[in-house]
C-alpha cells in the first residue's frame, strides 16, 4: 500500500527503555503511516514528571519549566532504523544490526557526535483493517538493543522495545 500518510493512523504506543538497572515505561499515543518502504512512527515524549520510573542506582536528569516538548520520529526500514529527537535536546541515532553508525546529539550548553552499535533488533508485523477497507500489515513490535559511544567511550547498553496498537481500527481476524 503506498502512501499512508494523508490516512496516517492514531496509535497508542508502549514504551520500555533499559539501561543498567533503570527501566522507563511510557505509554503514549501517536501517529503511524507509511511511505514508500519505510513506516513512521510519530509521538512527543512527555514532560519529565509524567514518566513512570522503576530505578535503582543512578538519580533522574531534570529539566526546567522552560524546555519544549520533544517530538520524537522513529523511521523503520528493511535493515535500518532510524530515532530523530526534536525539542530543547536534538537528536538522531541510526540502528543496523552487528554494525556502528554514526550519529549526533545536540543541546543549549553541548554538541557532540554519537555512535550506535547495534546487537540485536526484532520486529513483528500484524495486519489492520482500515476504515476504508483496506488491509494494512503494520509493525505491531519493535526492539533493539545497542551499546552507545560518546567520543569513542562505551557509555553503556540500552535496550528499547515499543508495542504499537492502532486506534480506530479493526484487528485482522485471527490476530491477538
Known amino acids: 500500500m503506498m502512501g499512508l500518510k494523508p490516512n ?18 511510557q505509554q503514549l ?26 530505578k535503582s542506582g543512578s538519580s533522574q536528569v531534570e529539566t526546567s519549566p522552560n524546555d519544549k516538548p520533544t517530538a520524537v520520529m522513529l523511521k ?3 535493515e535500518e532504523w532510524k530515532l530523530t529527537r526534536n525539542g530543547a535536546v536534538q537528536s538522531e541515532m541510526s540502528f543496523a544490526l552487528d554494525r556502528t553508525l554514526q ?9 557532540f557526535r554519537l555512535e550506535t552499535r547495534t546487537t540485536s533488533m526484532a520486529r513483528e508485523d500484524r ?4 476504515p476504508d477497507g483496506q488491509v494494512m500489515r503494520y509493525p505491531a513490535y ?7 559511544y560518546v567520543h569513542e567511550q562505551n557509555t553503556g547498553q540500552f535496550q ?10 479493526a484487528k485482522e481476524e485471527g490476530q491477538e
Open 160 to 169: 528499547l522495545e515499543l508495542s504499537i496498537e492502532p486506534m480506530n481500527c
Open 76 to 78: 523503520l526500514g528493511a
Open 103 to 111: 550519529g549526533r546529539y545536540v543541546s543549549k550548553v553541548m554538541a
Open 127 to 130: 495486519e489492520m483493517i482500515l
Open 142 to 148: 519493535v526492539a533493539w538493543t545497542y551499546e552507545l
Open 8 to 25: 496516517k493512523q492514531r496509535v497508542r504506543l508502549s514504551l520500555t527503555s533499559i539501561q543498567s538497572h533503570e527501566r522507563v515505561e
Open 29 to 54: 499515543e501517536g501517529d503511524l503511516y507509511q511511505k514508500g518502504d519505510h513506516f513512521y512512527i510519530r509521538y512527543v515524549e512527555p514532560e519529565q514528571g509524567e514518566a513512570r520510573i522503576e
